[in-house]
């Protein structure tokens, strides 16, 4: 490939055009972006975003997109006019429930450093004097959110790249992608074939038209959504400069479904409260004279609701009526993050989808490090399109949760909560099993999964009392489990753990390669591995189990592992295989585990016999088993594997023998709380690839000497000393106190971190958080305090593994 590939990008709204500044900037200059409408207005969803630009999101990784969005066009204008109004953002509360989140959410921005600030009513109304402020009980205020003119943005970031060579064609409609030998060559139009070495598809809720003509599912579902403007507002009239359209704060009033923005003197209203309007894309218009495809008819009846509570906020409001209004069309996902990434399967062709303006310009510029860099420069797993399982890309699945996350756009979301429908759908073989001993699941990647039990509702338990927040999801049996765990023993259901068979003479070499501990062990070892990027992040972390000389079983995080390997699979000697829904897992874990297992089996399970970190087969009863000797909960005990047609035989023969040494079926909330009393860190939540292995804690699984593997280069010469910020455990002083994770850190008044995991710990008798702190403040005593719903909650740094350091007992 050339230095500066020749690239297509499908779509010049406010991704595609975004994304040729970004690449243009980067030294890419042989960009080419096609629309089927006319520039720079040409029909999709950006022709007509209101814009509005709310950046506190739950997601790290979203606000920073956003904030970044926000200084670049803060600093657009096109022809002298702003691209970017920063009148700021108000979130008002009307309900107690949001004022208590708005708390939350206040937290929420401080820990990704967005400055916000809490109001009481009569200072929200100063700031938006329509608010009547007899009707709320407060707002949370971001000074730096604002209002973004995408037309003004695509224009000004399209002049900017076709001043460093871009081109944009206008009136080109892409009907076909063309391919050879696995790898895009370029974009069929009906006004002939645009060849590139890399196809972007930025085409918004077209996408799956687009994913189809590559051979690729764009989980996402085009819905229609209601935006209105009003006549006057006499109280507004003179007020805004009209070249300037506004001057009050954005506003969102969540607990009804609505938004506002000031247009001049009349008032912009988005509503999310109606029923769901899927579209199917094939009904969608082609652009054309007067036609602005994203634009439906505006169904009145639908609005009626959102006009009773707008003018109960905004009394003003009464005296003018809504004058124009359309269902505009835009993107939702089945878990409410855009799509970005490469297709496996087409090399060369990427996706930029379900992106608002919002967000845009910080994925833009993310897929233009991707493209240039080989690496997005911040982490992306939310985001990856390579992240869905199978069966969360049935069409029917994409338009449940597409239509349940319209609805659930504003509401207070607990980070725990499921959606419910469909569901079940993916059950391990003990599902029957765990119905019977009342398990609580909850639901992730498809799986249903037991976070307590009913049928230990009578075991002994003392554990204080919770705030209503963490009670939800959570029950008081999770410590009783997890006491079980510790004092007798317990059956973990670990089946929906991906698992990945890597086998095939070139295995070990490939996995080598790509992992950074060494994995040149006799057949029986397990090992701790972790996968890294070129720039030395961590991707992943792996147990690795070396079961015959070709043949190695990898406990995996999820999808995006097996898509790095699949990628990085060399042409022939080695296969990857997702055995996870064919085999199933149970861990028993405890003090009396062997007792448990041990006479189940001729093999010897004994401690000499199957030493901590290795691996055997063995027959349990009737069933062949692979037991892997770890404990992700910090007690003595193994994961137990088989074929899921013998899962189910497999507990009942675990539980017919535990009986006599009081087993307990437990669920997740014990199991987190006794990963985190162990210092056990869980990809995606505690690390991800924005940081190196020193930082996280996980030097210890680094082989530096084994021979050359990814991302060694880049973490050369680092060390723990020299890690600048750190994966760090508390506890919290108060024993009775709780946080949930993704609270600010505080040291003296500043914000100096954020949390990523925390959990009860129940043998430590208190909360155990982990968070990502400055080296400086990571030494065990700091005093330092925890933000939760807007206390401060005195915590301090402990040495770790706050239990059982020594591993006393898990090796006996
Ligand atoms: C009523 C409404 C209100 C909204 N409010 C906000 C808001 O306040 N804040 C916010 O952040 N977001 C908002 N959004 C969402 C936001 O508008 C979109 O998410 C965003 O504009 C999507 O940008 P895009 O560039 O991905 O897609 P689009 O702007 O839709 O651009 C995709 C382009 O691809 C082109 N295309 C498609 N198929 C082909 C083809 N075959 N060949 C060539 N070209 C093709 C289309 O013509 C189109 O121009 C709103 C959306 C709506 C509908």
Redesign the pocket.
């Known amino acids: 490939m050339t230095k500066s590939p020749r690239v297509v990008v499908?779509?010049?709204?406010?991704?595609?055009s975004a994304l040729a500044d970004e690449l243009t900037e980067r030294g890419w200059t042989d960009v080419t972006v096609?629309?089927?409408?006319p520039l720079f207005a040409?029909?999709?969803?950006?022709?007509?975003?209101?814009?509005?630009?709310f950046q506190t999101n739950p997601s790290k990784t979203m606000t920073e997109f956003a904030a970044y969005t926000v200084r670049k066009l803060s600093g657009l204008t096109l022809d002298g006019q702003w691209c970017f109004r920063q009148v700021g953002g108000l979130e008002v509360a009307t309900t107690e429930a949001r004022w208590t989140d708005l708390r939350r959410k206040h937290g929420l921005a401080t820990s990704w450093g967005v400055e916000a600030a809490l109001l009481g009513p009569d200072e929200c109304a100063a700031r938006h004097p329509l608010l009547d402020p007899a009707a709320i009980l407060g707002g949370l205020h971001v000074a730096t959110d604002g209002l973004?003119k995408?037309v003004r943005a695509v224009e000004a970031q399209a002049r900017r790249a076709i001043g460093r060579g871009a081109r944009f064609l206008g009136g080109?409609?892409?009907?076909g992608i063309g391919r050879q030998d696995g790898r895009v060559t370029g974009v069929e139009?009906d006004q002939g074939f645009i060849p590139a070495e890399i196809v972007v598809c930025?085409?918004?809720?077209?996408g799956p038209?687009?994913g189809r003509m590559a051979g690729l599912t764009v989980p996402l579902l085009p819905l229609a959504?209601?935006?209105a403007v009003t006549g006057q507002v006499a109280a507004l009239a003179g007020v805004n400069d009209p070249a300037l359209e506004a001057g009050r704060p954005i506003l969102r009033h969540q607990d009804r479904d609505l938004?506002y923005r000031e247009h001049g003197d009349r008032i912009g209203i988005?509503y999310y409260g109606h029923r769901p309007m899927p579209i199917d894309v094939d009904d969608i218009r082609p652009?054309g004279d007067m036609v602005m495809?994203?634009v439906l008819p505006f169904t009145e009846d639908d609005f009626a609701p959102a006009w009773r509570e707008s003018v109960a906020l905004l009394p003003d409001l009464s005296g003018t009526k809504v004058e124009e209004g359309?269902n505009?069309?835009?993107?939702f996902t089945p878990d409410g993050f855009p799509i970005m990434g490469e297709h496996r399967e087409l090399a060369g062709f990427w996706v930029?989808?379900?992106?608002?303006?919002?967000?845009?310009a910080g994925v833009a510029r993310a897929m233009a490090q991707w493209l240039v860099d080989g690496q997005p420069g911040t982490d992306v797993h939310e985001c990856d399109l390579n992240r869905f399982e199978q069966v969360q890309l049935a069409p029917d699945f994409i338009e449940e949760r597409g239509k349940q996350n319209f609805i659930e756009v504003y509401d207070i979301v607990h980070p725990l909560q499921p959606m419910e429908k469909p569901r079940p759908l993916r059950t391990s073989p003990f599902y029957p099993r765990q119905r019977e001993l009342g398990a609580f699941f909850l639901e992730g990647t498809g799986w249903e999964r037991p976070y307590w039990f009913e049928s230990n509702a009578a075991l002994p338990a003392t554990v204080p009392a919770r705030d209503e927040w963490s009670a939800r999801y959570w029950s008081p049996i999770a410590a009783a489990e997890a006491a079980a765990t510790r004092q007798r023993v317990a059956m973990y259901d670990m089946t929906p753990l991906k698992r990945l068979e890597v086998s095939g003479p070139g295995a070990l070499a490939f996995l080598q390669r790509l992992t950074t501990n060494n994995l040149a062990k006799t057949v029986g070892s397990v090992t701790y591995t972790l996968m890294l990027g070129h720039d030395g992040g961590v991707r992943s972390d792996l147990t690795v189990a070396r079961l015959a000389e070709h043949v190695f079983q990898v406990g995996a995080n999820g999808p995006l592992d097996e898509d790095w390997m699949r990628r990085h699979l060399p042409a022939d000697g080695v296969q990857v295989r997702d055995i996870t829904a064919g085999t199933c897992c149970v861990g028993v874990w405890g003090p009396l585990a062997r007792d448990l297992v041990q006479p189940l089996t001729r093999a010897d399970f004994s401690h000499a016999g199957l030493k901590y970190f290795r691996a055997t087969s063995a027959y349990l009863g009737e069933v062949p088993v692979t037991a892997l000797r770890v404990s992700y909960v910090g007690e003595l005990g193994w994961e137990l594997y088989t074929s899921a047609d013998l899962g189910l035989k497999l507990w009942d023969t675990l539980w017919a023998a535990g009986r006599e040494h009081g087993v307990v079926a437990a669920g997740r909330s014990a199991f987190n709380s006794l990963r985190l009393e162990k210092g056990y860190r869980a990809w995606g939540i505690d690390m991800t690839t924005e940081h190196d292995p020193y930082e996280a804690g996980l030097g210890f699984a680094v082989r530096m000497d084994k021979g050359d593997f990814i991302g060694r280069a880049a973490i050369e010469g680092r060390t723990a000393e020299t890690a600048r910020r750190r994966l760090t455990c508390l506890t919290l002083d108060d024993p009775a106190a709780v946080v949930m994770g993704k609270e600010p850190v505080f040291a003296g008044g500043s914000a100096i971190g954020y949390v990523t995991s925390a959990s009860y710990g129940y043998t430590v008798g208190r909360t155990v958080v982990y968070a990502w702190l400055p080296a400086a403040l990571a030494a065990p005593g700091t005093a330092l305090a925890v933000e939760y719903f807007g206390e401060r909650l005195p915590a301090t740094v402990a040495a770790e593994p706050l239990f059982d350091p020594q591993m006393e007992r898990i090796r006996r």
Do not use: C, K, N
């Open positions: 499908i779509g010049a709204g406010v991704v595609g096609v629309d089927q409408g040409p029909g999709g969803s950006s022709s007509h975003a209101p814009g509005l630009v973004a995408a080109h409609t892409v009907v139009t930025a085409a918004g809720f077209w038209r687009i959504h209601q935006y938004y988005g652009p495809p994203s359309m505009g069309i835009f993107s930029a989808e379900a992106v608002w303006v919002t967000h845009s």
